[in-house]
């Protein structure tokens, strides 16, 4: 008969001390490395981010960050989204000044061959599960932006925008996103 011995989860002491050469997440107890991004990639995080940048410092509404910015979730949640808003209501998640401690208004993720598919459900559950008001999930091959605003039921899609298609954000109130800046 075979013994199963239970797995160890890992917690945010045991990540911090991880390598600085390398990217990882923490999702559920698991070490995960994050390959660097391809430069396509770069390329939409870059301008997708100074686009919501500008827009969130012109009017006052609070902070953004890019990666790699820890977001410690739990003591066993530890993830790096692409890009991230923090409301000035809420910049509380800001205040030991190392990473983010807790859910953000708004998370991006760039959807890349490595990461899509945990983007798309283990992360999206997650960022649910701990309160993230809205959740983005950019796809460079399809020129798409998907907006998921956070319901009782988890994210529902508020709207799939590409190009020649205005976004907007229930949470950044304002802010009008043409996709073809982007892409």
Not at 155 to 178: E, M
């Amino acid at each position: 008969m075979a013994s199963s011995t239970p797995a160890i989860k890992l917690t945010y002491d045991d990540y911090r001390n991880t390598p600085d050469d390398e990217r990882y997440e923490l999702l559920d107890g698991e070490l995960v490395l994050a390959p660097a991004p391809r430069l396509s990639h770069q390329r939409v995080a870059m301008r997708l981010g100074a686009l919501l940048h500008g827009f969130v410092q012109e009017q006052g509404l609070g902070q953004v960050f890019a990666a790699p910015c820890d977001v410690v979730l739990s003591l066993t949640n530890v993830v790096q989204p692409d890009l991230l808003f923090v409301a000035r209501e809420r910049e509380h998640v800001l205040r030991n000044g190392d990473n983010v401690r807790g859910a953000t208004d708004v998370v991006i993720e760039i959807l890349s061959p490595a990461t899509a598919a945990r983007d798309r459900t283990i992360e999206r559950e997650l960022y649910a599960e701990y309160g993230v008001r809205e959740y983005w999930l950019v796809d460079p091959a399809a020129k798409t932006v998907t907006v998921l605003p956070r319901s009782e039921r988890g994210f529902d899609a508020a709207g799939v925008y590409g190009p020649g298609q205005d976004l907007t954000s229930p949470t950044v109130r304002g802010f009008v996103l043409d996709p073809d800046e982007v892409f």
